[in-house]
């Protein structure tokens, strides 16, 4: 959390100094907020699913970090990138948390944690591992899912100061160090952590030293470091694993300094190639000072903190044993990686800041104001307190960081800059005298280098996307041709195999209960159903007569719904048929005159056949279910709805209580049809016809005054009505929902007796605010109940007395039903709104031609 917090609110100081004035600073700093608290999801959760949601999040908010530059195509192919193949990663994490969850028996991660022994003695153990590891290694830029993260270069350096030195990158790491005491202690586990991280750390060494852009230089040394902390990991000692953190605290303090001086860099002189960028020295004295001390830790210099925790790191790789009489090779490698580390430390360095005059800057540099570089400058001080001081500063930091991660008695350990002549200490002296010779020698390199075959992954990645976009395009191309009629057929198909196949395994379709007597007002209605479906099929070609046919079928189901006690159905079902219909009636008036001829007389009857069979077995598996004793939730509700949610009607204590969270999913999905019916309808043009379909013309008077002076009179009325079903919804038939259909058919009625320009002038709305509002409201009634200590939509209640009143209930979930409300008539509206604003500009076309 310190990394998160502490470094997040530095990059956002740093921000206010480095965006244009072009760029949205409330746009970056609302992104910054959102992936902020992303993160503080992943560390925080202790449910396995609730860190995965979290994990996602971090996902699509550095996309939008990313691709924050949108204009720029190197951002929007980087952004796409990395939510590609860290998407990809959180699918197969999700897999591996749901395994982990069923063998364990338990989605909770301090119960997960604590079940070693029964998930390493598993047989899916080896599969859950692979399949976290992804999640882990996508996400934390593991070769070979390394690709991504240079080209998310392309974001502004705030976003990679602190997505890719101190946050995104080290969530990855976050979950190894997290999942460790549950998954590590086997050979699959070294195999897979240490060799990945090993060959991350010596490609991303090596690669580093060759780039000539500041940022991607900065890139391939975090993936080196990000793998050297994997090693660490994968080693699975005690030590190793305190050297890890160590290594995680210390590498965000340097590499979010460096990015940030980088930026600075960048916003003075206008470019980050280090081919031009020489004798900055004598332009940036007191930022370049920064960032060489900043470089330095990077190297792993004495006296400053990356020191510290690379002599930790080589020392574990002279204590395992893993593999075997090969194991010298592990150190051997180890050294090699410190010493391209310190070569490209020393390229950023002397390359940067000084080798001569610069060349063709596109400005001329300068120091940056003043506070821009208090960042940096309070960053390079923590690495210089921790490499000189470091039992008074990280000691106990790192204790207590080990000590959750290790989740045991802590090994013995000591921070001190000097320990005596040892191997770690020669390591380190060999990696920085062998780095130096490397930097003088780097001609001979780069000429190898330049002899290698290029490779381009991100090429290669394009070609894998297109390849299968292409793959599915040829796919859905042979089932989709546009005719809503074979989609039909084939929905209705799939499930009449579904549904029809334990049909075929039934050895007796009645069950034991007894069959309820026909009544005759049943049998009416059932009658008049039939009737109204079949005249809809029968004269579907004339519109008006179908819907009306179609809008008896609607109202006898609201009778149907009350004829068996359930009144809140009832009033849902008239309330939606009102409003659908009127939509539909406005949706047809678009479509063309006169109804297209059926197709063949085979398809036809092809037609029948399907939805006669599919008729037959669903009603044969009701017939089947409803005969048949089964246990049934219902009594569970009724008994706990007013003790546990405070209201009587059942109906609405599940809506807005035990089942609050499919609310909030259905209103949000709501708002988003809202919203992409609303952006597709203002991107088609339609033709309204100047007649109907027997050339009459259309009435001149398109608003009649009676009209007109009755819906006004009823708006009033019918705004009192829907606030009455507001209030009493949560004990009686009601509720933010129908409320909301009612409050509609009230506007609905006003846009047909006034059009869309008169309301539009006396109701200036915002329909897309009014459905965030109601999402929104929703939302934090439900993060409300955090605060008290209770899960997620707790409902709170009590009785007060009122004078005059009596005892009186408040509930907090007349405040989710508030968010409700909103959100349908926002949505319902913004779609009406939207088909009305078609007609009234498709006519002012008509009468300017």
């Given at each position: 959390?310190?990394?998160?917090?502490?470094?997040?609110?530095?990059?956002?100081?740093?921000?206010?100094?480095?965006?244009?004035?072009?760029?949205?600073?409330?746009?970056?700093?609302?992104?910054?907020?959102?992936?902020?608290?992303?993160?503080?999801?992943?560390?925080?959760?202790?449910?396995?699913?609730?860190?995965?949601?979290?994990?996602?999040?971090?996902?699509?908010?550095?996309?939008?970090?990313?691709?924050?530059?949108?204009?720029?195509?190197?951002?929007?192919?980087?952004?796409?990138?990395?939510?590609?193949?860290?998407?990809?990663?959180?699918?197969?994490?999700?897999?591996?948390?749901?395994?982990?969850?069923?063998?364990?028996?338990?989605?909770?991660?301090?119960?997960?944690?604590?079940?070693?022994?029964?998930?390493?003695?598993?047989?899916?153990?080896?599969?859950?591992?692979?399949?976290?590891?992804?999640?882990?290694?996508?996400?934390?830029?593991?070769?070979?899912?390394?690709?991504?993260?240079?080209?998310?270069?392309?974001?502004?350096?705030?976003?990679?100061?602190?997505?890719?030195?101190?946050?995104?990158?080290?969530?990855?790491?976050?979950?190894?160090?997290?999942?460790?005491?549950?998954?590590?202690?086997?050979?699959?586990?070294?195999?897979?952590?240490?060799?990945?991280?090993l060959a991350t750390l010596l490609f991303g060494a090596y690669i580093a030293l060759f780039k000539h852009d500041l940022k991607g230089l900065l890139a391939y040394s975090t993936i080196s470091h990000l793998g050297l902390i994997t090693l660490l990991l994968g080693l699975d000692t005690e030590l190793a694993t305190v050297a890890a953190i160590f290594?995680?605290?210390?590498?965000?303090?340097?590499?979010?300094?460096?990015?940030?001086?980088?930026?600075?860099?960048?916003?003075?002189?206008?470019?980050?190639?280090?081919?031009?960028?020489?004798?900055?020295?004598?332009?940036?004295?007191?930022?370049?000072?920064?960032?060489?001390?900043?470089?330095?830790?990077?190297?792993?210099?004495?006296?400053?903190?990356?020191?510290?925790?690379?002599?930790?790191?080589?020392?574990?790789?002279?204590?395992?044993?893993?593999?075997?009489?090969?194991?010298?090779?592990?150190?051997?490698?180890?050294?090699?990686?410190?010493?391209?580390?310190?070569?490209?430390?020393?390229?950023?360095?002397?390359?940067?800041?000084?080798?001569?005059?610069?060349?063709?800057?596109?400005?001329?540099?300068?120091?940056?104001?003043?506070?821009?570089?208090?960042?940096?400058?309070?960053?390079?001080?923590?690495?210089?307190?921790?490499?000189?001081?470091?039992?008074?500063?990280?000691?106990?930091?790192?204790?207590?960081?080990?000590?959750?991660?290790?989740?045991?008695?802590?090994?013995?350990?000591?921070?001190?800059?000097?320990?005596?002549?040892?191997?770690?200490?020669?390591?380190?002296?060999?990696?920085?005298?062998?780095?130096?010779?490397?930097?003088?020698?780097?001609?001979?390199?780069?000429?190898?280098?330049?002899?290698?075959?290029?490779?381009?992954?991100?090429?290669?990645?394009?070609?894998?996307?297109?390849?299968?976009?292409?793959?599915?395009?040829?796919?859905?191309?042979?089932?989709?041709?546009?005719?809503?009629?074979?989609?039909?057929?084939?929905?209705?198909?799939?499930?009449?195999?579904?549904?029809?196949?334990?049909?075929?395994?039934?050895?007796?379709?009645?069950?034991?209960?007894?069959?309820?007597?026909?009544?005759?007002?049943?049998?009416?209605g059932a009658g008049l159903l039939i009737i109204g479906a079949l005249a809809t099929v029968i004269w579907h070609r004339s519109r008006m007569v179908s819907l009306l046919m179609l809008s008896i079928v609607g109202l006898m189901v609201s009778v149907v719904f009350t004829r068996f006690s359930a009144p809140d159905l009832a009033l849902t079902q008239?309330?939606?048929?009102?409003?659908?219909?009127?939509?539909?009636?406005?949706?047809?008036?678009?479509?063309?005159?006169?109804?297209?001829?059926?197709?063949?007389?085979?398809?036809?009857?092809?037609?029948?056949?399907?939805?006669?069979?599919?008729?037959?077995?669903?009603?044969?598996?009701?017939?089947?279910?409803?005969?048949?004793?089964?246990?049934?939730?219902?009594?569970?509700?009724?008994?706990?709805?007013?003790?546990?949610?405070?209201?009587?009607?059942?109906?609405?204590?599940?809506?807005?209580?035990?089942?609050?969270?499919?609310?909030?999913?259905?209103?949000?999905?709501?708002?988003?049809?809202?919203?992409?019916?609303?952006?597709?309808?203002?991107?088609?043009?339609?033709?309204?016809?100047?007649?109907?379909?027997?050339?009459?013309?259309?009435?001149?008077?398109?608003?009649?005054?009676?009209?007109?002076?009755?819906?006004?009179?009823?708006?009033?009325?019918?705004?009192?009505?829907?606030?009455?079903?507001?209030?009493?919804?949560?004990?009686?038939?009601?509720?933010?929902?129908?409320?909301?259909?009612?409050?509609?058919?009230?506007?609905?009625?006003?846009?047909?007796?006034?059009?869309?320009?008169?309301?539009?002038?006396?109701?200036?709305?915002?329909?897309?605010?009014?459905?965030?509002?109601?999402?929104?409201?929703?939302?934090?009634?439900?993060?409300?109940?955090?605060?008290?200590?209770?899960?997620?939509?707790?409902?709170?209640?009590?009785?007060?007395?009122?004078?005059?009143?009596?005892?009186?209930?408040?509930?907090?979930?007349?405040?989710?039903?508030?968010?409700?409300?909103?959100?349908?008539?926002?949505?319902?509206?913004?779609?009406?709104?939207?088909?009305?604003?078609?007609?009234?500009?498709?006519?002012?076309?008509?009468?300017?031609?």
């Amino acid at each position: 959390m310190f990394m998160i917090l502490g470094i997040g609110l530095l990059v956002i100081l740093y921000t206010r100094y480095y965006l244009s004035a072009n760029d949205s600073m409330a746009k970056l700093y609302s992104y910054l907020m959102l992936f902020m608290t992303a993160m503080l999801g992943i560390v925080m959760s202790n449910n396995v699913i609730q860190l995965w949601l979290f994990w996602e999040l971090t996902s699509i908010s550095s996309f939008l970090l990313i691709s924050f530059w949108w204009h720029k195509s190197e951002a929007r192919k980087g952004a796409r990138m990395a939510l590609a193949v860290t998407g990809a990663g959180g699918l197969a994490l999700l897999a591996g948390l749901m395994l982990l969850g069923d063998i364990v028996g338990s989605y909770d991660l301090d119960v997960i944690l604590a079940s070693k022994a029964i998930i390493q003695s598993h047989d899916l153990y080896e599969v859950a591992l692979v399949l976290v590891l992804l999640g882990a290694f996508t996400k934390s830029a593991q070769f070979p899912f390394h690709f991504w993260l240079p080209h998310a270069m392309a974001a502004p350096t705030p976003v990679s100061a602190y997505l890719h030195s101190a946050t995104m990158v080290k969530a990855g790491i976050f979950l190894l160090a997290r999942f460790h005491p549950a998954l590590a202690g086997t050979d699959t586990w070294f195999l897979l952590v240490g060799l990945t991280g090993l060959a991350t750390l010596l490609f991303g060494a090596y690669i580093a030293l060759f780039k000539h852009d500041l940022k991607g230089l900065l890139a391939y040394s975090t993936i080196s470091h990000l793998g050297l902390i994997t090693l660490l990991l994968g080693l699975d000692t005690e030590l190793a694993t305190v050297a890890a953190i160590f290594h995680i605290i210390n590498h965000a303090t340097f590499k979010a300094s460096l990015f940030m001086a980088v930026g600075i860099i960048d916003h003075e002189t206008g470019t980050r190639d280090m081919r031009k960028l020489n004798g900055m020295w004598r332009y940036l004295p007191y930022t370049a000072t920064l960032a060489m001390v900043a470089a330095a830790a990077m190297a792993g210099v004495p006296l400053l903190n990356g020191f510290l925790s690379k002599e930790m790191f080589f020392a574990e790789t002279l204590h395992q044993q893993v593999l075997g009489s090969m194991s010298w090779l592990i150190p051997v490698l180890a050294t090699v990686a410190g010493a391209l580390a310190v070569a490209y430390s020393a390229r950023f360095i002397h390359d940067v800041f000084f080798n001569g005059e610069p060349i063709d800057l596109p400005r001329t540099p300068h120091e940056p104001p003043r506070y821009m570089r208090v960042p940096i400058e309070i960053l390079v001080v923590i690495c210089l307190l921790v490499g000189m001081f470091p039992h008074f500063t990280i000691d106990g930091i790192l204790s207590a960081a080990s000590l959750a991660v290790l989740g045991k008695e802590m090994p013995v350990y000591e921070l001190a800059i000097w320990h005596g002549f040892n191997l770690p200490l020669l390591m380190s002296a060999m990696a920085i005298a062998g780095g130096l010779f490397i930097y003088i020698n780097r001609k001979y390199l780069f000429q190898f280098q330049a002899s290698l075959p290029p490779l381009n992954a991100k090429k290669t990645f394009e070609r894998v996307i297109l390849s299968v976009i292409a793959w599915c395009q040829s796919k859905v191309s042979s089932i989709e041709n546009g005719s809503l009629q074979r989609y039909l057929v084939i929905m209705l198909a799939v499930v009449l195999l579904c549904a029809g196949w334990p049909l075929f395994e039934m050895q007796q379709l009645a069950g034991s209960m007894p069959l309820t007597p026909v009544d005759v007002h049943n049998a009416i209605g059932a009658g008049l159903l039939i009737i109204g479906a079949l005249a809809t099929v029968i004269w579907h070609r004339s519109r008006m007569v179908s819907l009306l046919m179609l809008s008896i079928v609607g109202l006898m189901v609201s009778v149907v719904f009350t004829r068996f006690s359930a009144p809140d159905l009832a009033l849902t079902q008239l309330t939606v048929e009102v409003v659908t219909i009127i939509l539909l009636m406005l949706a047809l008036f678009f479509l063309p005159q006169h109804t297209p001829k059926e197709s063949s007389s085979l398809r036809v009857l092809r037609d029948l056949a399907i939805a006669s069979t599919l008729g037959v077995v669903i009603a044969s598996i009701c017939y089947a279910l409803l005969t048949r004793p089964l246990d049934s939730i219902s009594d569970f509700f009724i008994a706990n709805a007013k003790i546990g949610g405070g209201g009587t009607n059942v109906v609405n204590v599940i809506l807005v209580d035990f089942r609050g969270f499919d609310t909030l999913g259905e209103i949000t999905v709501l708002g988003i049809a809202a919203l992409g019916i609303f952006k597709v309808l203002s991107r088609i043009p339609l033709f309204m016809p100047a007649s109907d379909s027997e050339g009459r013309p259309w009435a001149r008077e398109r608003h009649p005054i009676l009209l007109a002076s009755i819906s006004q009179s009823l708006l009033p009325l019918a705004l009192l009505v829907s606030a009455y079903i507001f209030l009493r919804g949560h004990n009686l038939p009601g509720g933010g929902f129908i409320a909301g259909l009612v409050t509609s058919i009230a506007f609905i009625l006003q846009y047909m007796a006034h059009g869309t320009a008169w309301i539009n002038e006396r109701f200036d709305v915002n329909y897309r605010k009014i459905i965030a509002s109601g999402i929104g409201i929703s939302l934090f009634t439900g993060v409300g109940s955090w605060f008290f200590d209770k899960p997620f939509l707790t409902t709170w209640f009590d009785y007060f007395d009122i004078p005059f009143v009596g005892k009186t209930e408040l509930a907090s979930a007349i405040a989710f039903d508030l968010g409700v409300y909103l959100t349908v008539v926002g949505a319902t509206l913004m779609i009406l709104a939207s088909l009305g604003n078609m007609t009234a500009d498709t006519q002012k076309k008509e009468v300017n031609i």
